[in-house]
């Protein structure tokens, strides 16, 4: 009876030690894992923060301004003049112009 004794917990000695280096390395991998995954977050949230900044100056009014003076030299349209302007024919369009025709009709 002791010697069962004995052997039993012997191997249930040598059976912990082995599922415990076993579970502290599944845990180093993990661990490893997630580490890669945090610096993958970083590295996209650094691209975020980058492609910010780049569209805050490209969409900038004065940036703007210098782009088209330089590339398309486009002239601003007086806002008193804009009721020349026409829509397409369009199903919105048209809808557009009922309801502007009602509009003159109540004032």
Known sequence: MMRFLTIFIIIFSISGTVWSMWLSNELKNEELKLKIIKNKIT??????????????????????????????????????????????????????????????EVN
């Open 43 to 104: 590295e996209i949230d650094e691209k975020i923060r980058l492609v910010d900044a780049e569209w805050s100056y490209l969409t900038n009014a004065k940036n703007i301004e210098f782009l088209n003076n330089k590339y398309l030299k486009l002239k601003p349209i007086p806002l008193k003049d804009i009721s020349f302007i026409k829509t397409k024919n369009t199903i919105l369009s048209k809808k557009l112009d009922n309801v502007n025709s009602i509009l003159k």
